[in-house]
C-alpha cells in the first residue's frame, strides 16, 4: 500500500508542477501584445520554467517540483509605429518576445501532462480501493 500511496505523491506533485506551468504560460499569453510604459521601455519579457526532480524524505519517492521561474533572454520584436507612446526616437516599438504558438503548444502540453497525473492518481485510487475491498471480503 506505500507504493500506492508514494505514487500518488508523485503524481500530485506533478499536478501542482504543471499547475504553476499553466499559470506561467497565461501570463506569457496575457502579456503577448504588452508594450513599455515608456518610449523606447522594454516591453514585457516572456518567463520560462524549469523543473527538478526532488526527494522526498517523507516517502522516499522523486518528485517533481519547480527549480526556476526565469526569464527569456531573446530578442523583442520591433514595429514601425512612430505615432505609439512607447516609440523610440527613431518610431520603432519594442513588443515582447512571446510567440503565442508556442506558448499554444506548451499550454496543450502542460495540459496532457496534468492529465496524465490527474490519472495516475485516479488509478492508484481505484487499485487502493480495490486492494480494500479484498481484505474486507
Do not use: C, W
Not at 8 to 29: H, K, P, W
Amino acid at each position: 500500500m506505500n507504493d500506492m500511496l508514494k505514487s500518488m505523491s508523485v503524481a500530485a506533485s506533478g499536478l501542482q508542477a504543471q499547475a504553476t506551468r499553466l499559470r506561467v504560460i497565461s501570463e506569457n499569453l496575457a502579456n503577448a501584445s504588452s508594450t513599455a510604459d515608456t518610449p523606447g521601455g522594454d516591453p514585457y519579457r516572456r518567463k520560462t520554467i524549469s523543473f527538478a526532480a526532488e526527494l522526498d524524505k517523507a516517502t522516499g519517492a522523486e518528485e517533481v517540483k519547480v527549480k526556476h521561474i526565469g526569464t527569456d533572454p531573446s530578442q523583442f520584436r520591433q514595429i514601425y509605429e512612430p505615432s505609439h507612446p512607447a516609440a523610440d526616437a527613431s518610431g520603432n516599438v519594442k513588443l515582447p518576445n512571446v510567440n503565442m504558438l508556442v506558448e499554444l503548444a506548451d499550454m496543450r502540453e502542460a495540459q496532457r501532462s496534468y492529465e496524465a497525473n490527474l490519472q495516475m492518481i485516479d488509478q492508484s485510487r481505484s487499485m487502493l480501493m480495490r486492494t480494500i475491498d479484498l481484505l474486507r471480503s
